[in-house]
């Protein structure tokens, strides 16, 4: 006899009769998006999914499309980055169709925190197996986001990460356009309000997240989840830059806080406040900009995520 344990995701439910036809969408510029496109599709397809073919050519463009198809389909599937999933947010908020991921960027941070393989046809499986699980999505001035947003240093590496040098490089593109944002990075005053409290810093930089991994594989926070109904902060506040390259371990494993220069906290709700305004990076890409407000919006999004662990009785 199986039984489902009492692990199980908060959030994540069973839901009988799993969507059988499905926009499907893949970002051919994405460094996978290509090749991956035919593959996907024909697991998808083996897996009983009747597929309805859209277009990615800009964010603009995939919200049109999955608001236009809506009442024809059951859920989207999306084969892309982050900043695929990023764009498609707001239309799936408003037409609460479950989302399908085909992990197909760079990073793929979205589909770490979820557990969804990185193989396609794995992927695809997790999507035809039809496990519904309920996700938080953070937003900030009315912008929504997966995985994290963010202030300072992040957004000029958006700025040199070009998709050029994506392509070329993989995730070790992340590094070289870390390398070459730090060179120019310069400090920054800000003012951090949450929970009735007020702190004014000097920061490289601000993130604000609400799943679990971003930047290629980085941990918000040690014990942070994507369902867990909170925000979680910090603030890089390094006089010596140098001083970066030693906590790189403690952002892989989200135990950066055990740093005095690393400021942290958790809220439901934060703003941040500049002298002039400064450009907002949500999930890789420049959404908004200070004054900053952030706010968590619980189970706002159903996503297909692999079913959690079963126990044998």
């Not at 893949?26 to 593959?39: C, H, L, Q």
């Not at 193989?119 to 695809?124: G, H, K, T, V, W």
């Not at 996700?135 to 912008?143: K, S």
């Amino acid at each position: 006899m199986t039984t489902e344990t009492d692990s199980t995701p908060l959030g994540a439910v069973p839901e009988a009769g799993a969507p059988r036809r499905a926009l499907f969408v893949v970002n051919t510029k994405s460094r996978r998006g290509r090749e991956g496109a035919a593959v996907a599709a024909e697991a998808l397809e083996a897996g009983g999914i009747e597929l309805v073919h859209g277009e990615c050519a800009d964010a603009g463009r995939l919200r049109d499309t999955i608001r236009d198809q809506a009442s024809s389909i059951d859920m989207v599937v999306l084969g892309g980055g982050d900043g695929t999933m990023n764009a498609a947010a707001p239309a799936l908020l408003e037409t609460g169709l479950p989302l399908g991921i085909l992990p197909l960027g760079t990073a793929n941070d979205l589909a770490r925190t979820l557990g969804i393989p990185t193989e396609l046809e794995q992927a695809a499986r997790v999507v035809t197996g039809g496990w519904m699980r309920r996700i938080d999505l953070g937003e900030v001035n009315g912008h929504p986001f997966f995985n994290v947003a963010s202030i300072g240093l992040s957004v000029q590496v958006t700025r040199e990460l070009t998709r050029d040098l994506k392509r070329r490089w993989g995730r070790l593109g992340y590094a070289l356009a870390t390398g070459r944002a730090l060179w120019n990075m310069r400090p920054f005053r800000a003012e951090i309000r949450h929970d009735g409290e007020v702190r004014k810093v000097r920061t490289l930089q601000i993130a604000v997240g609400n799943g679990r991994y971003y930047g290629g594989g980085m941990t918000i926070e040690e014990g942070a989840a994507i369902d867990d109904g909170r925000l979680n902060l910090y603030s890089l506040e390094f006089e010596r830059l140098w001083k970066l390259t030693l906590i790189y371990p403690a952002f892989r494993a989200g135990r950066h806080g055990l740093w005095h220069e690393v400021r942290t906290a958790s809220a439901e709700e934060a703003e941040i406040r500049t002298r002039r305004p400064k450009a907002v990076n949500t999930d890789g890409e420049l959404a908004t900009q200070t004054p900053a407000r952030f706010r968590v919006l619980r189970q706002a999004v159903r996503v297909l995520a692999p079913r959690p662990a079963v126990a044998q009785d």
